[in-house]
């Protein structure tokens, strides 16, 4: 039996060590070839503007200046010069037109969004008051109160 096993170790140690590649799996790994990255390549690309559509409408605006550089306030004959008034009209025609917008669709959510433009304009409005001269206070008060009944109506539709 010992010669057995001794034999059996032999064979086992001479098939390790002898062990050699298979010449058919010898084959050679690939070897990556670096390539010089400083080369500098030129792209030309051109860039298109994107296309935006314009809203078409049919209403047609009217002039709210004067040839002297006067703002007609809107519900009056009257114009004035006054920077800051025509700032305040401005910026309270937009929230009519928000209001107006908010009537149409019935959203509530559309008004709580007012209630913040709604404050900054008495603010603005309360400022205005202490500044201006007593003839630009009248015209602005004449605004006023068309505007008022203005959303009024508005109101009412609700």
Known sequence: MRTILITFLCIALGSIISCK???????????????DSTEVVEEVVEEKKPITKKKT??????????????????????STNNSYVKKYIRDYEKYIANYKKAVDA??????????????????Q????????????????SNYMQVKSRQLAELSAKM
């Open 21 to 35: 590649k298979d010449p058919k799996s010898d084959k050679l790994e690939p070897v990556e070839v670096a390539k």
């Open 125 to 140: 409005y309360n400022r205005l008051m202490s500044i201006l001269p007593g003839e630009e206070i009248e015209k602005l």
């Open 57 to 78: 409408t049919t209403k047609k605006k009217k002039k709210s200046t004067t040839v002297d550089g006067a703002m007609r306030i809107p519900g009056t004959s009257e």
């Open 106 to 123: 019935q959203d509530m959510d559309s008004f709580l969004k007012l209630s913040s433009a709604s404050s900054d304009l008495s603010r």
